[in-house]
């Protein structure tokens, strides 16, 4: 290719087609003299000197180029310089010289270290004299100044040294450039990073951040000391590959981890700008719950995610005891024992706080000691050995974490069953076995009707607020087991005064407030016709005296009780069947009249066997006559259920401690030995009799 032509040879001139005939003159051949006519040759050689004699053409190229590479030099750096063998500047040329102050009348005769440099110190200059010694290449060596206005500038200095055709070292020579724009910007990034570098280490949450491939670029202390008590997760130090630790995560956290290390790589390729996810994982100081969040970073830098750990333990607790405090309500809400309900209720706070079993000992009032009462473990043959060794344990006040505990009312902790207050490990094993236990009182009205003790091997020290959860435990559980007694009491009382009213009558009946029957139970005795809804004076064949059922009317609307109040109905085949009523009033909560309730008992035999011997009264009796021997076994039944009428009559039921009907115990005794009564000889027969015959005239 051609050069342009050159301005300092400018073609066409006398001065060139002179020059051109000189060099013809040289060339004797005509090959040679077209080729260079064609500005094929750049340079010939003159025989006279044995000089090299460049061509126009060539000439202008070399200038082109020459100026083409200042140039280039000039756009690499500021400055050119050269030093000699004493490293003093023997030149230094450039565009901006003043601007730094380095003009080439100030550093001529000079050596480096003898210009108005202020940031390397005499072991810096040292150094740097030594590698010139040693001749090598120094680059990039920053020193600083004061330019002519009064401003600090940056300039970077490079050099090599320069050796002549016999390999003699001449000096150095090297280039400068001014990085004060650079420095500046430095300054400004580096502060910018020590600004967010505060910020990320004030941070209380643990931050790392991580490149392309999840290596971690950085952490802040936080992390450090996350790392200290947490799983492998967590415990990623900078260098470390982020996403392998995940993956790499044991047994208990794999699935963890493999969900982290999803996230992180989604989050890093950019399908999302957010990753969240909560885990637990096991620690020296207990089960923990970390909240992680991975956010995408743009930018041209090297950080491509920042991951954000942060410690939500307390609060996790926190939930899981208010979870704890509803399942306990709704496990006590679904019984309808004490044994379902101690058993749910044990296994909610064992699984609520990774227990491995829970027992209750219950306080027996009368023998003032704790006796094994229920229990609930995990299906391990070691807690099943434990929990069936702890059936025959009994802990008097004081003895033991369990009879401290109902001493004391508060709750009792050992943390690894090695070591507890006041408490040696030997008197403590046959209780807790080599594990942790935590006991706290179960409580009615602010008193202790029992204990609830719960084993594991290790049994983190509570907070308060685990403290005031397991009182209300304690709290809600003792008033089901009152209540539950209380309703326990009741049943066994209500089957007691069943049983009695199944001895002592055959019906039992209820009325509304206008007397009409609502309920009849163990039967109808009036046949099979419906009376709900009829009053007793309105029963089907009823008989009684005109003047006897305004009486009893009266005193119901009075709203007196009534007792053996006999009525007679006619059967459809004309016999009589007689009838015994007894009734009470009964009031709603406000105490507002409801109705009547009452027992009814069928006399038709009794009634029958007076008739019979009243009839026969004055006439001769035989007591070896059949027909006597069977009056008098109709007497003797109608004798013992006047009995039964007399003792329910007697002895009504009254009210317990808890306000609910019971019987008086008195009342089985006497009708038993009433009826023992009733086992007469044969000579005792008459007056039998006579007794019935008696009774019947007192009615």
Known sequence: MQPAPSSLTPSGTTAERGFKKAILRLVKGGPERLAIEAGQIDAIIDPTSGHAILLPDAQRALIERKVGFRSLIGLAFDWYWEQDERYCFVSHQGATDEAIGFTEEGVIGKALWDLSIDNLSETDWQTHRQQLEWRV???????????????????????????????QFKGYRGITRDITARKHSEAVVRESNRYARTILDGLGAAIAVLDQAGVVLSVNPAWHALAITHSSIADVACGSNYLTGCDNAGDDEHEDGMAIAAGIRQVIAGERSLFRYDYAADSPAGRLWIALSIAGTAGNNAARAIVSCEDITERKRGELLLDLERTVLRCLTDADTATVALKSVIRAVCESQGWTC????????????????ESWGIPAAAVEQFIEKSRGLVFR????????????????????????????????????????????????????IGVLAFSNPIIREPDDRTLQVVRSIGSHLGRFLRRQEAVDSLRRSESRFRALTDLTSDWYWEQNRDCRFTQIA????FGGADILGMTHWDLPGVVLADATWPEH?????????????????????????????????????????????????????????????????????NPDDPAFAAAVRVARRALAERIADRVRKEYRPVNNDDGQPDLNGQASAKFGELLRALEFDRATDLRIAAAIELIGKTK
């Open 137 to 167: 290449i120094f680059r990039d060596l920053e020193v600083r100044c004061v330019d002519r206005a009064g401003e600090m500038r940056y300039v970077s200095i490079s050099g090599e040294p320069i050796f002549d055709a016999q390999n």
């Open 358 to 373: 829970g027992r209750y000992f219950s306080l027996d009032q009368s023998a003032g000691v704790l006796r094994f009462s």
């Open 522 to 525: 163990d039967g109808n005795p």
């Open 553 to 621: 009317k009266s005193n119901l609307a009075a709203r007196w009780s009534f007792h053996d109040f006999e009525f007679a109905t006619v059967q459809a085949d004309g016999q009589c069947s007689y009838y015994s009523i007894c009734g009470e009033p009964v009031y709603d909560e406000s105490g507002i009249f409801s109705g009547y309730r009452g027992t009814g008992l069928d006399i038709t035999r009794r009634k029958c066997a007076e008739i019979a011997l009243r009839e026969s009264e004055g006439a001769e009796v």
């Open 397 to 448: 006040p004081g003895a033991g974490l369990a009879g401290r505990v109902c001493q004391s009312g508060q709750p009792l902790w050992v943390i690894d069953g090695t070591r507890d207050a006041g408490v040696a490990p030997t008197a403590l094993a046959p209780e807790t076995g080599d594990e942790g236990a935590f006991v706290f009182p179960v409580t009615s009205e602010d008193t202790i």
